[in-house]
C-alpha cells in the first residue's frame, strides 16, 4: 500500500506502520511530498515521525481509533454499507426542507446507529435533508464538533466511518439525502498537529480562533487542494448530497481566484461525473450577494447559503428580544420581517448599528433563485451560544410556535428546522464540551462564564461546558411528540411540509412577487401566488384585509372562518392561517 504525506519542511519522514518505522523518500514529482510502500489493510495503525520525532497522526487520516491525537487507521470504504446507493439518484436543493441534526443529543446514545433508528420519523414529517453537524474527530466522547482536528476522519464514538456509511445508506433508504457540516476556517485547539507539518496557517490573517487557514501565503497551494480533497471525500466516499460550510467569512483569501470558487468549482465537477446532484451551502456573516453569484457572472458559485437577517427579523417579531444584533431588526419591527421576505436581507448596505457601520450588498430576486437562501427560526447557533441554550418553546407560546412555522415553511426560501423543532422540544440545547485537558477545560470553563456576566448573567446561571449533565439535559426527549401540545405542533408542521409540496407557489423559483402585508397592531402576512399566509402574534383577535375575492382555508392552527364579502380575515389569538384566493372560480 502506498503511504503519502506532505511535509514540505522536514529533513527526514518516517512512516510508522504496526509498530515498525521505515523511511519515507521524497516524491521527486511533487515538491514537499513523501512517499512509502508497505503492507497494510483496513484497520492497520499507521502514523508519520517527523525528523526523529514521535510518530503523529497523518493529516488525511480517514479514521482516529484512539482520539485525534493517536494513530491513524487505514480506511477501506469499499468495505462499508452502500446497497441503498444503487437506487438512490441524489436529492436537489430546490424544492428541500432541511433538518439541522446534532449525532450526540439527537438521541441519549449519541450515535449513528440510534439517530439512524429515527430516520423514518423524519420522512414521515416531509422532510428531504438531514443537515448533520460536524462529525470530525475532536476531543473527549461528547461535543458541538466545531473543535474538530482531523478534517477527513469521523468521530469514534459516534460510530467511526463505517457508523456514518451506515447512517447515509439508511437516509438514502427512506428517500433523504444527507448533508454533513464542515469546517475549514479553523481547527480545534486540542490535538492540532497540522503546523508540524507545514505551513497550514498564516499569520498574514487572524480570526476568532488565532492564525487564519493558510489560503494566499506561499504554501497555500497545497493547503487550498488539502481542504477541497476532504471537501470532495465526503461526497464521494460517503456518497453525501451536499456540505455546509462553517463560516465562510473566516476564509480570508486575497488570490484572485477566491477559495470558495475552486471548491464549488470541483464540486460541480464531481457532481457531473457522479451523475447526481451536490451542493454547497455557506454560513457567511457578510451578506454579500458574490457568495451565492454563479463563478461565470463574478460570484463564488455556492448553491446557497443561510440567511441570518431573515432569523434576527422573525425572532425579534415574536419574542420581542432587541439585544445586540437584534436592535436594528427589533427597531424596524414587522418592516425588517417584511424586507427580508421581499429582498432576502435586511442589511443590504445599510447602517448596522451592532457593527457601527454600513453593512451588507443587495440581492437581486429577479437574478437569485429563491432555494439560494436558507430561512429557519431555530439553528444550533441561535440556541446553543444563549447563556442557558433555551429553545423558542421555552418563552412562546404553542400558538407563537405555530406562526414562527408557518412564516418559514411557507416563506420563499429553503426552510430548515433545527432538530426538535417540528414538536417545540421542551429540552434545551446547551454548549457542552469533554476535553481531556484540565488547564483546557478549565479555559473554556471561565471564558463562558466571563462571556455572560458581560451580559448581566449570574455565573452560576450558566451551564458548565464539561459537566457531562449539560450535554443530557440537551438531549432530545422522544417522548414528547406522543403528548400535547407536542403533538399538535408535530402535526402542524407535518401539514405544513405536504402543503408545500404539493403548492407550487410555495417553492416557485421567483420571489420577486412576494408581497408582505401588516396591519398596525393586527396580523402580519404575506401572498405567494393565490396563497395568503397570515400569522396574529397578539393575545387577542386580530383582522387582516385581504382582497375582496373569494378564499378557501386550506390549513390553520385554529378553527378560522373564510374571510367575509370585504376580504377582512379574524383570526384567533396566537394563531397562523393559509389561505387559497380565487377569482372567477380559479386561483388567483
Request: net charge negative; proline share 10%; charged share 25%.
Amino acid at each position: 500500500m502506498l503511504f503519502e504525506v506532505w511535509a514540505p519542511h522536514a529533513e527526514r519522514v518516517g512512516l510508522q506502520v504496526d509498530g515498525r518505522t521505515r523511511p519515507m523518500e521524497r516524491d521527486p514529482g511533487r515538491d514537499g511530498w513523501w512517499r512509502a510502500e508497505a503492507d497494510a489493510e483496513h484497520g492497520t495503525r499507521y502514523g508519520f515521525a517527523l525528523d526523529g520525532g514521535p510518530p503523529l497522526p497523518d493529516p488525511r487520516s480517514r479514521r482516529q481509533p484512539d482520539g485525534p491525537e493517536g494513530l491513524s487507521a487505514v480506511v477501506d470504504h469499499s468495505r462499508f454499507p452502500g446497497d441503498g446507493e444503487r437506487e438512490w439518484f441524489g436529492r436537489p436543493l430546490p424544492g428541500a426542507v432541511l433538518y439541522e441534526l446534532h449525532i450526540g443529543t439527537f438521541t441519549p446514545e449519541g450515535t449513528f446507529d440510534a439517530a439512524a433508528a429515527r430516520l423514518p420519523q423524519l420522512a414521515a414529517l416531509g422532510i428531504t435533508h438531514v443537515e448533520l453537524m460536524p462529525v470530525c474527530p475532536f476531543p473527549g466522547t461528547h461535543g458541538w464538533g466545531y473543535d474538530g482536528v482531523a478534517p477527513w476522519a469521523v468521530h469514534e464514538p459516534y460510530g467511526g466511518p463505517e457508523g456514518l456509511a451506515r447512517f447515509v445508506d439508511a437516509a438514502h433508504r427512506h428517500g433523504l439525502g444527507v448533508v454533513l457540516d464542515v469546517v475549514h476556517n479553523h481547527l480545534g485547539p486540542s490535538g492540532n498537529r497540522l503546523p508540524e507539518f507545514g505551513p497550514y496557517f498564516t499569520d498574514t490573517h487572524h480570526t476568532p480562533w488565532g492564525a487564519a487557514v493558510n489560503l494566499d501565503a506561499p504554501g497555500s497551494d497545497e493547503v487550498r487542494a488539502y481542504f477541497i480533497g476532504s471537501a470532495l471525500a465526503w461526497l464521494r466516499d460517503y456518497r453525501l448530497d451536499g456540505l455546509r460550510l462553517d463560516a465562510v467569512h473566516a476564509l480570508h483569501d486575497t488570490r484572485a481566484r477566491h477559495f470558495l470558487a475552486e471548491l464549488s468549482a470541483e464540486v460541480d465537477a464531481l457532481a457531473a461525473q457522479v451523475g447526481r446532484p451536490l451542493f454547497l451551502i455557506g454560513e457567511s456573516d457578510l451578506n454579500d450577494p458574490r457568495t451565492t453569484t454563479p463563478r461565470e457572472a463574478g460570484g463564488h458559485g455556492l448553491h446557497a447559503q443561510w440567511n441570518d437577517d431573515f432569523h434576527h427579523a422573525l425572532h425579534t417579531y415574536l419574542t420581542g428580544e432587541r439585544q445586540g444584533y437584534y436592535a436594528d431588526f427589533a427597531a424596524e419591527g414587522p418592516a425588517a420581517l417584511a424586507k427580508t421576505l421581499q429582498r432576502g436581507f435586511f442589511h443590504d448596505d445599510t447602517y448596522s448599528a451592532f457593527r457601527g457601520r454600513r453593512h451588507g450588498g443587495p440581492l437581486n430576486p429577479l437574478t437569485t433563485p429563491a432555494h439560494r437562501l436558507l430561512g429557519y427560526a431555530q439553528t444550533h447557533d441561535q440556541i446553543g451560544n444563549r447563556a442557558t441554550g433555551d429553545r423558542l418553546s421555552s418563552r412562546l407560546s404553542p400558538g407563537l410556535l405555530a406562526c414562527a412555522a408557518a412564516l418559514v415553511l411557507c416563506a420563499p426560501f429553503t426552510p430548515m428546522l433545527f432538530m426538535g423543532e417540528e414538536w417545540g422540544a421542551g429540552t434545551p440545547w446547551q454548549y457542552f464540551t469533554d476535553h481531556q485537558d484540565p488547564e483546557l477545560a478549565e479555559a473554556v470553563r471561565r471564558g463562558r462564564r466571563r462571556e455572560f456576566a458581560a451580559h448581566g448573567w449570574a455565573e452560576a446561571d450558566v451551564p458548565d461546558p464539561q459537566d457531562p449533565a449539560t450535554r443530557l439535559r440537551s438531549c432530545l426527549d422522544w417522548t414528547e411528540p406522543g403528548r400535547e401540545p407536542h403533538r399538535a405542533l408535530l402535526d402542524w408542521h407535518r401539514r405544513l411540509i405536504a402543503l408545500r409540496r404539493a403548492e407550487p407557489a410555495l417553492t416557485a423559483p421567483d420571489w420577486s412577487r412576494t408581497v408582505p402585508f401588516h396591519e398596525p397592531d393586527g396580523c402580519f402576512g404575506f401572498r405567494r401566488g393565490p396563497l395568503r399566509i397570515v400569522v396574529n402574534p397578539h393575545d387577542r383577535p386580530a383582522d387582516a384585509r385581504l382582497e375582496q375575492v373569494p378564499a378557501e382555508v386550506v390549513a390553520a392552527w385554529r378553527p378560522v372562518e373564510p374571510p367575509g364579502p370585504d376580504g377582512t380575515l379574524r383570526l384567533p389569538p396566537e394563531s397562523a392561517a393559509v389561505l387559497r384566493s380565487y377569482e372567477g372560480g380559479q386561483p388567483s
